[in-house]
């Protein structure tokens, strides 16, 4: 299997993702998770080939990051909808992850097979699969409160404000797993758990931006618009701590986690 494959099947799991999410607007509850499902495994068998084809896992570049993020953020959104019935949350994953996809697409960023030594240890695949798991369940959480701030014409329920942070609470859970298999990754891998890296330096400021909202939403005057504000503002840090610190000036010659080129 090689990436010249990836379109064929980026385009079936798609097309039963946006099946999916059409017949959750047709409440064809069967249908849903059929589609979806089986949209996830077509998506999941290239991952699996791209693993076996490359004798590593797919993990190393942005561009194979981004191949489990467009995978994990329809199974954040099948998991959403699976609870609570949102039947919007299953289109916005899939819009989202056809963005990434395309990114892909355009601008695959796969490499050869070779790892240099720090990526092979054991805990390099675990703490980039579950970071990419809480990134997608921290997706749907910014989805949910741009909804609800932009798009919800009555006022803020709180139900949907409970959705928001179960949302954030499994998401930092996740977020929290991944930086603890980060640690024990970079004791192995350079001798030491922490050294304020930049790109472990946003990883902090966004896993306390997150815990800020959560303890905000805990004050008994808190207010709704503002704690959605949060997810976003946080969400948005995230995105600095994946890819975005790449492009920082403090990042060039500086960081060890800069390994992809």
């Known amino acids: 299997m090689t990436w010249e494959h990836f379109i064929y099947f980026a385009i079936a799991a798609v097309l039963l993702w946006a099946i999916g999410a059409y017949a959750a607007w047709r409440n064809k509850t069967g249908m849903v998770y059929g589609a979806t499902i089986i949209g996830l495994l077509v998506f999941f068998s290239f991952i699996v080939s791209m ?81 990419m798991f809480a990134y997608a369940v921290l997706g749907a959480a910014a989805v949910m409160a741009i909804y609800l701030l932009f798009f919800k014409k009555s006022a803020i329920a709180d139900e949907e404000l409970d959705i928001s942070d179960n949302l954030v609470n499994v998401g930092l859970v996740f977020l929290t797993c991944g930086m603890l298999f980060g640690a024990l990754w970079a004791k192995e891998a350079w001798g030491h758990y922490w050294s304020w890296d930049p790109k472990e330096t946003w990883a902090a400021i966004t896993w306390l931006s997150y815990l800020i909202y959560i303890h905000y939403r805990l004050l008994p005057k808190h207010k709704p618009q503002l704690a959605l504000w949060v997810i976003i503002v946080s969400f948005v840090l995230l995105q600095i701590c994946w890819w975005g610190v790449n492009y920082l000036p403090s990042t060039a010659g500086a960081s060890v986690h800069t390994y992809s080129s």
């Open 51 to 131: 693993w076996i084809s490359l004798e590593r896992p797919p993990l190393r570049t942005m561009g194979e990051t981004r191949l489990w993020y467009s995978f994990f953020l329809p199974l954040a959104g099948l998991t959403v909808y699976s609870r609570w019935k949102y039947k919007w949350i299953l289109s916005f994953s899939t819009i989202l992850s056809l963005v990434f996809i395309c990114v892909n697409l355009f601008k695959p960023e796969i490499h050869d097979k070779t790892l240099m030594p720090a990526l092979q240890s054991p805990w390099f695949a675990p703490h980039v699969i579950v970071y």
